[in-house]
């Protein structure tokens, strides 16, 4: 069983910084590619960001691109999301999920935390 549990979400300035990380069972690291998503109300889950298993490939959304860096390390079981410039529309709940594809695609990742929410006011 694959268990992923997100933190460090909160309210934060436009053009201010956070940092989202995700803790995962030691069967997530090495063997899953890893991602973060996001949700707002109403709306289907948007990708945001992808690294591959060994983290020698990132993805990103283009709406974040220069903006959120996407990190894992294997070794203490974790992924991190440094989110910066941030702006009123990525409010949204954040969630970590671990796939084995690095798709941009919410359905084929097959594991999911719990989401954190991440608020953004102008």
């Known amino acids: 069983q694959v268990q992923l549990v997100e933190s460090g979400g909160g309210l934060v300035q436009a053009g201010g910084s956070l940092r989202l990380s995700c803790s995962t069972s030691?069967?997530?690291?090495?063997?899953?590619?890893m991602g973060w998503f996001r949700q707002t109300p109403g709306k289907e889950r948007e990708f945001v960001a992808g690294?591959?298993?060994?983290?020698?490939?990132?993805r990103y959304a283009d709406s974040v691109k220069g903006r959120f860096t996407i990190s894992r390390d294997n070794g203490n079981n974790a992924v991190s999301l440094q989110m910066s410039s941030l702006k009123p529309e990525d409010t949204a709940v954040y969630y970590c999920?671990?796939?084995?594809?690095?798709?941009?695609?919410?359905?084929?990742?097959?594991?999911w935390g719990q989401g954190t929410q991440v608020t953004v006011s102008s």
């Open positions: 999920a671990a796939g084995p594809v690095l798709s941009d695609e919410w359905r084929t990742f097959d594991y």
């Open positions: 030691s069967r997530a690291s090495r063997t899953y590619v």
């Open positions: 690294v591959s298993r060994s983290a020698g490939a990132t």
